[in-house]
């Protein structure tokens, strides 16, 4: 197939401002009468939905981690029918892990690279002028293989701040796609997981339209339109992955919210029937579903109501006794005896697993996983070597249910957070992204 030209919105780390730039650079596009398909590299499962509000696609990640060579080409096959692909990568440039996982170290760089999109690096110029040219002629270098359109200056002081740092981008030869003046009122509102999720967002569309009449006034979009490109994919008979179950009830939420995009799609095109409900609106899993899939998400914010929602408790138990349950992360813990919350409160939670997790001593858990299923979890056999990421700030204190799978880190190390299963019930705390291969 042909892909559409695209175009990779990177950065040389977090912080910069690239998803300020990405939001506003999808919806200009799309007020522009584009059909614009955005993508994400790396693992982030909270982007997705504010690149969806923005362009009016859903958003797929990709991941060289975690995602073999033909999965990646069925996620790259989502961009059918987009007139161009707009990517967003994951902290800088090059940053990915140490060890090589399917087919890569994770970079975003390396996303680039195999689709041949150019990169559009976004550069906080604020406390430098011609030196951040040498940051940029950097990144270009460093492999030269890697196609480059171009930087946006981002946080510019004043009119003789661009200047001086213009200077320094004529003289390296780095064309300058965009100057954005410094703006405080701007950025996206975080929590311990980054940004919130585009749920949550108070006024998410006013923000999103905000950023494109931004990146309108000061990006050239004619030059950026003009430097996308990529690389076409070989004949290939890559699907998505299959669903694990007819009948998925699937929690969907602000506190359960966090399942990859391209999971649900495969799941869909497979003919999977997914039936979404809501913990937080006490609604009951569906009586007729197959499996329920609780997602991660945020259940520390909302234990009080889950553990109050006893429609929804009820009917996951009920579930439960004849049929498949698997929860991720947060519904991992939701699926536990008990999670205490970050003032020390205890709250009850459904009781199908004995876990028992507590905010009130934060401890960060981040990075890939491979897990090897020691015993099967919905639509995986036992053996099953699987792919995912784990990002958590939550404590074990008790575990006692039959591990899961044996979990490793991206270089091989033993990981504690090994899931748990008893009877039907199955839980992780990394989010799946792909079976592995390699």
């Given at each position: 197939?042909?892909?559409?030209?695209?175009l990779?919105?990177?950065?040389?780390?977090?912080?910069?401002?690239?998803?300020?730039?990405?939001?506003?650079?999808?919806?200009?596009?799309?007020e522009?009468?584009?059909?614009?398909?955005?993508?994400?590299?790396?693992?982030?499962?909270?982007?997705?939905?504010?690149?969806?509000?923005?362009?009016?696609?859903?958003?797929?990640?990709?991941?060289?981690?975690?995602?073999?060579?033909?999965?990646?080409?069925?996620?790259?096959?989502?961009?059918?029918?987009?007139?161009?692909?707009?990517?967003?990568?994951?902290?800088?440039?090059?940053?990915?892990v140490?060890?090589?996982?399917?087919?890569?170290?994770g970079?975003?760089?390396?996303?680039?690279?195999?689709?041949?999109?150019?990169?559009?690096?976004?550069?906080?110029?604020?406390?430098?002028?011609?030196?951040?040219?040498?940051?940029?002629?950097?990144?270009?270098?460093?492999?030269?293989?890697?196609?480059?359109?171009?930087?946006?200056?981002?946080?510019?002081?004043?009119?003789?701040?661009?200047?001086?740092?213009?200077?320094?981008?004529?003289?390296?030869?780095?064309?300058?796609?965009?100057?954005?003046?410094?703006?405080?009122?701007?950025?996206?509102?975080?929590?311990?997981?980054?940004?919130?999720?585009?749920?949550?967002?108070?006024?998410?569309?006013?923000?999103?339209?905000?950023?494109?009449?931004?990146?309108?006034?000061?990006?050239?979009l004619?030059?950026?339109?003009?430097?996308?490109?990529?690389?076409?994919?070989?004949?290939?008979?890559?699907?998505?992955?299959r669903?694990?179950?007819?009948r998925?009830?699937?929690?969907?939420?602000?506190?359960?919210?966090?399942?990859?995009?391209h999971?649900?799609?495969?799941?869909?095109?497979?003919?999977?029937?997914?039936?979404?409900?809501?913990?937080?609106?006490?609604?009951?899993?569906?009586?007729?579903?197959?499996?329920?899939?609780?997602?991660g998400?945020?259940?520390?914010?909302?234990?009080?109501?889950?553990?109050?929602?006893?429609?929804?408790?009820?009917?996951?138990?009920?579930?439960?006794?004849?049929?498949?349950?698997?929860?991720?992360?947060?519904?991992?813990?939701?699926?536990?005896?008990?999670l205490?919350?970050?003032?020390?409160?205890?709250?009850?939670?459904?009781?199908?697993?004995g876990?028992?997790?507590?905010?009130?001593?934060?401890?960060?858990?981040?990075?890939?996983?491979?897990?090897?299923?020691?015993?099967?979890?919905?639509?995986?056999?036992?053996?099953t070597?699987?792919?995912g990421?784990?990002?958590?700030?939550?404590?074990?204190?008790?575990?006692?249910?039959?591990?899961?799978?044996d979990?490793?880190?991206?270089?091989?190390?033993?990981?504690?957070?090994?899931?748990?299963?008893?009877?039907?019930?199955?839980?992780?705390?990394?989010?799946?992204?792909?079976?592995?291969?390699?």
């Amino acid at each position: 197939m042909t892909n559409p030209p695209g175009l990779l919105i990177s950065a040389p780390s977090s912080g910069t401002g690239k998803t300020t730039v990405m939001l506003g650079l999808l919806r200009a596009l799309a007020e522009d009468g584009l059909a614009v398909q955005p993508f994400k590299s790396g693992p982030d499962y909270i982007d997705p939905a504010f690149h969806r509000a923005a362009a009016g696609r859903a958003s797929f990640n990709m991941d060289s981690w975690a995602m073999n060579a033909p999965l990646l080409d069925a996620v790259a096959a989502q961009a059918h029918g987009a007139d161009i692909v707009i990517a967003e990568g994951s902290m800088g440039l090059f940053d990915g892990v140490a060890k090589p996982g399917e087919i890569g170290h994770g970079s975003s760089a390396e996303t680039a690279l195999r689709m041949g999109w150019p990169v559009v690096l976004v550069l906080d110029v604020g406390g430098q002028a011609q030196s951040a040219a040498a940051t940029a002629l950097g990144f270009r270098s460093y492999n030269p293989d890697l196609p480059f359109a171009g930087v946006v200056l981002n946080r510019v002081a004043s009119p003789r701040h661009e200047r001086l740092t213009r200077l320094g981008m004529d003289r390296a030869g780095l064309p300058v796609l965009g100057v954005l003046p410094r703006r405080g009122d701007l950025t996206l509102p975080e929590r311990h997981l980054g940004l919130i999720q585009a749920v949550e967002h108070p006024d998410l569309e006013n923000a999103i339209a905000g950023y494109a009449a931004f990146l309108r006034e000061h990006v050239d979009l004619a030059a950026i339109q003009a430097a996308a490109s990529s690389r076409p994919n070989g004949p290939s008979s890559a699907t998505l992955p299959r669903p694990p179950a007819q009948r998925i009830a699937l929690a969907q939420d602000a506190a359960f919210s966090f399942t990859y995009p391209h999971l649900l799609e495969g799941w869909r095109t497979a003919g999977a029937e997914i039936i979404p409900f809501s913990p937080l609106a006490d609604e009951p899993p569906a009586k007729d579903a197959d499996l329920v899939w609780l997602p991660g998400g945020y259940p520390e914010l909302h234990a009080g109501r889950i553990a109050a929602a006893s429609q929804f408790l009820r009917g996951l138990q009920s579930h439960a006794e004849t049929r498949a349950v698997h929860g991720e992360c947060g519904g991992y813990m939701a699926l536990g005896e008990a999670l205490i919350d970050k003032d020390g409160n205890r709250h009850r939670m459904a009781g199908l697993l004995g876990l028992v997790t507590s905010y009130e001593k934060r401890k960060f858990h981040l990075g890939y996983r491979k897990a090897t299923l020691t015993t099967g979890m919905p639509g995986f056999a036992a053996g099953t070597a699987l792919r995912g990421h784990e990002f958590h700030y939550s404590t074990i204190l008790e575990q006692p249910d039959t591990p899961l799978a044996d979990v490793r880190d991206a270089e091989g190390a033993i990981v504690a957070e090994t899931g748990s299963t008893r009877g039907n019930i199955t839980g992780t705390f990394f989010h799946l992204i792909a079976e592995a291969t390699a």
